[in-house]
Structures are given as C-alpha cells and as structure tokens.
C-alpha cells in the first residue's frame, strides 16, 4: 500500500533485516503456455523492440496502483532461449507459446567452443534484441514516457544445468552415465554464459553485483538487497541426488558467488535438491514452480531452520476464504520460523485487497 518505490525499498530492506512485516504480491505465476500477452502477441515482440516494450509496460500497469508490496516491473520476456541464442542456434517462436530453440549442439560441439561468451559480447541472437529493448525501456522512462515507478530487471537467465540441457538437449543425460568428464566441461561453458549474460544485463541496468530487483516473470517484484542473482535450475529436479551434488552444485555456487548470494527457482517435486537448495549458504531464497507438490509444514520447517527465504506463489485449498488462507499460511511459517514473501492468488476490490494486506501484516509483523 505504499506508493513511492524509495518507501517500498525500505519496506524490503526491513522485512530482510527481519524487523518488518512479510511482503504480500497478488499475482498469477508466469504463463508459459497460454494466451499471456495484451497487445502484442510473442511473434510480434520478438520482431520488434518497441513492442516488446509497450506489452511489458501495459502489462505492469494494474501494479501502479501500489496497493500491494510489489515494485512495478518490467523485462524482455523472450523465454529460456535468450542466452542460448547468442550461440547462433535458431529459435521457434509462436504467437502463444514461448520459444524453444530449433536446433542443438552436439556434447561435442559445444564443449570444443572455444570462446562461449562471444555471442553475449557481441549481443548476437536475441541478446541484441533485448538489448534495444531495455534501451528504449531506459530512454522512454528518462524522457517520462514511462512512469518512474516501474523498475527493470534481468531477463530470463536460466540456471547452469538448465543451459547445458537446453543447448545440448537429452544427450546431457546420458552422458552423465557414460562420459562424465565431458558433462563437467560443458557445465563450465554453461558457468561461462550465464556469468557473461547475467553482467551484460546487471551493467546495462546500472545494477549493482551484489544487489538486484527482481520480480519472477511477474508485474511487480521484491526488492534484494543482499541477492544479486536468480538462477533457475529445472533441469536438476530430473537426476539424482548425487548427480546433483558432482554436475550441478559446484557450479551453483561458482555462479551466484560474484553476485553475494543467489535466487534459486525449480519446477517439478525433487525432496533431495529442495533439502540441498536450503542448505546452500549462498542461496538466499527459494521460489518452487510446483509448491503443491511439497508438504507446506516440511517445506517451511526447511526454509526456517535453514534461513531461507521462500518466495512464491501457494494457494487457498478449495472453499478457503481468503482470510482463512492468510491467517493458516502466516500460522505455518510463524510455527517454523519460515520467513515469506507471498504470492497470493489476485483478488478484485481495491479495498479488498488493502484489507488483505494489512490482515497479512498484521499476523507476520514481528513482536
């Protein structure tokens, strides 16, 4: 409910200090599939900056209102295909449907590369369309085209595992049966593109390494100001426990140690890197794709004795009004000393939802 972004950066910085209220957003999660554009469909985005522009900030519009704890956002959503793109692989883009690349690298290939980051530096694929993009974004809120209120943030810069599936495709599975040493060596390609990619971004918005706003695809986001990074591991959540600790950890860590700490996201149900993922010094907080796949008092029993922060969406269970919603989520995470920044499902009324707010503030202020 507070309207001034200064306000709502040192509404952020008490809630991480642990002497403020949690955060509360109304917010769906991000659409990957599905209708889930305004004015322009994705084909047309991905022609045209200036239209990758006007349907981000439409979109952030409803969030002006300030009536939540959401910072107003804005990104170039072109899909989990931005950084592979600047390898030179072709992208598919549909009208409703993000992109996926057309065509992969062998292991082989990729890992002969001999200078990965190349496409990053010289803004190759669809990184120099989102270069002109955040750009004009940049330009049009200088001239007060667009309201000062609304914050950029990195695009989708996904995870180091994620990035050597996406550009090698399933030959990264069996690999790691029959030549591990290779999956290690693209694991450091991928390190190399996510590092190169995520500072382009960082530096072109003036963001500090060790800080940044972010907001999960959504219209309006949180403030970190001990997090400088979101990486999204997907593809981690489909091996094993101790793959994940050979292939995907070590790598973690190397990417979000530039940035103080990190963001980590992943969908599907894996107990083994949830646990590993809590446990991790350098992450800072978690957002789950699929929460309901968790049992919410192990979830926040997790987050609490590990000081994690968990970040997400969760949902009323059916007939659950939503003060009962609220009061039952702020009980659990109280109960195990879980700290929250909720997404809670949109509701209509503006008083509404300011009465939502303060009952959520209310129940997490600390004593």
Avoid at 36 to 52: A, S, V
Avoid at 206 to 214: G, V
Avoid at 282 to 303: A, H, K, Q, V
Wanted: net charge negative.
């Amino acid at each position: 409910m507070i309207h001034d972004p200064q306000k709502k950066f040192a509404f952020f910085e008490s809630f991480w200090k642990g002497e403020g209220p949690f955060p509360l957003l109304f917010a769906k999660p991000h659409l990957a599939k599905e209708k889930n554009y305004i004015l322009y469909n994705l084909e047309e985005q991905h022609r045209d900056p200036g239209k990758l522009v006007e349907e981000a900030v439409k979109a952030a519009e409803p969030a002006l209102a300030g009536i939540d704890d959401g910072i107003p956002a804005f990104r170039t959503d072109l899909g989990t295909t931005l950084f592979p793109s600047s390898l030179g692989l072709r992208v598919a883009v549909q009208k409703e449907v993000h992109p996926w690349l057309r065509d992969h690298l062998t292991l082989d290939q990729y890992i002969s590369l001999r200078d990965v980051t190349s496409g990053i530096r010289e803004e190759k694929g669809e990184i120099g369309h989102a270069v002109k993009a955040y750009r004009l974004f940049l330009h049009r809120k200088a001239t007060g085209s667009i309201p000062q209120e609304i914050l950029p943030y990195v695009p989708d810069n996904q995870g180091i595992f994620d990035l050597s599936h996406i550009i090698v495709g399933t030959e990264i599975f069996t690999a790691l049966i029959d030549t591990p040493e290779k999956v290690h060596r693209a694991q450091s390609q991928s390190l190399k593109l996510y590092l190169s990619g995520t500072r382009l971004f960082k530096a072109l918005l003036a963001e500090s390494e060790t800080s940044m706003f972010h907001a999960h695809g959504m219209i309006s986001g949180v403030w970190f100001p001990h997090t400088g990074a979101r990486i999204s591991e997907d593809s981690c959540s489909l091996i094993s426990d101790a793959m994940i600790e050979e292939f995907c950890l070590p790598y973690i860590r190397e990417a979000l140690r530039p940035f103080g700490r990190g963001f980590l996201h992943f969908c599907g149900r894996h107990e083994g890197f949830l646990s590993t993922v809590c446990q991790e010094p350098l992450i800072s907080t978690l957002n789950l794709g699929n929460p309901e796949l968790y049992d919410l008092e192990e979830l926040f029993r997790l987050c609490g004795s590990t000081d994690t922060v968990y970040f997400g969406h969760l949902d009323p269970e059916p007939d659950e009004s939503m003060e009962t919603f609220l009061e039952r989520i702020a009980g659990v995470s109280l109960r195990h000393k879980a700290r929250v920044i909720l997404v809670a499902p949109p509701v209509d009324g503006v008083d509404r939802k300011r009465s939502l707010v303060n009952l959520w503030h209310r129940l997490t202020k600390p004593v």
